[in-house]
């Protein structure tokens, strides 16, 4: 029975991009993706990459229940897989979205303006209490 990396590498598929997001179960179901299965990420690129099919894996930093040290070990579990292309950034609350209204209403936001950029944090992580 063929499944879906099957089917990406007959199609000619090189690539896929991944929303990992986090290493973290509790991170996941926070930003509704507890379908993600971490414990299954190094499982899933090894099936791709046997096909010759690689990752660019996703993930996001400052959510929630990250702490201290979450960069390293996210690099550490990554340095265990196949090769990719792993893709970092940083929780974003952009304006009329349910995060930023979320922050806000938490007190959260540290600067409210229309010209939004994501050059300056404009929030308060859990870390930075």
Do not use: C
């Not at 971490?38 to 010759?52: C, G, T």
């Amino acid at each position: 029975m063929r499944n879906w990396s099957d089917l990406i590498a007959e199609s000619g598929g090189k690539w896929i991009f991944i929303g990992m997001e986090s290493l973290d179960p509790a991170n996941l179901k926070d930003v509704n993706k507890s379908f993600n299965k971490p414990s299954e990420y190094a499982a899933v690129l090894d099936r791709l990459a046997r096909r010759n099919v690689y990752a660019i894996t996703s993930f996001i930093f400052g959510l929630d229940n990250d702490s201290t040290g979450v960069a390293a070990r996210t690099l550490a579990e990554i340095a265990k897989w196949p090769p990719g292309l792993p893709v970092f950034g940083q929780i974003t609350p952009f304006p009329s979205t349910p995060l930023y209204r979320r922050l806000a209403t938490e007190g959260r936001l540290t600067r409210r303006r229309t010209g939004w950029t994501s050059l300056h944090s404009r929030w308060r992580t859990l870390l930075s209490k």
